[in-house]
Nanobody, 117 residues
Framework: QVQLVESGGGLVQAGGSLRLSCAAS????????MGWYRQAPGKQRELVAA???????DYADFVKGRFTISRDNAKNTVYLQMNSLKNEDTSVYYC???????????WGQGTQVTVSS
């Protein structure tokens, strides 16, 4: 099993920055990709960014140019650097780990990001 622990959420003014972290433990070898999703009240969970074990990244259009996903394999940790934050980025952000077949292995507990104007 894979366990994910997120940190780094909080309250920030519009235009500001935050960095989220997601530390993985357990069956690390089974992880092919890790990603960040978000879910606002009344909305479906949506992909924000993902990164494979080989370092390939993918971003949702609404964060391209503002957010950067990266990983430190030595620490089994994935980061999401969020710059130029907007009010509409307010959401609960979840870390996710997926296996090579694309199946989800685990979700983190979620961390709240609130952007104020």
């Amino acid at each position: 099993q894979v366990q994910l622990v997120e940190s780094g959420g909080g309250l920030v003014q519009a235009g500001g920055s935050l960095r989220l972290s997601c530390a993985a433990s357990g069956s690390i070898v089974s992880i092919y990709a890790m990603g960040w999703y978000r879910q606002a009240p009344g909305k479906q969970r949506e992909l924000v960014a993902a990164i494979t074990s080989g370092g390939r990244t993918d971003y949702a259009d609404f964060v391209k140019g503002r957010f950067t996903i990266s990983r430190d394999n030595a620490k089994n940790t994935v980061y999401l650097q969020m710059n130029s934050l907007k009010n509409e980025d307010t959401s609960v952000y979840y870390c996710n780990a997926a296996g090579s077949s694309g199946g989800f292995l685990s979700w983190g507990q979620g961390t709240q990001v609130t952007v104020s104007s």
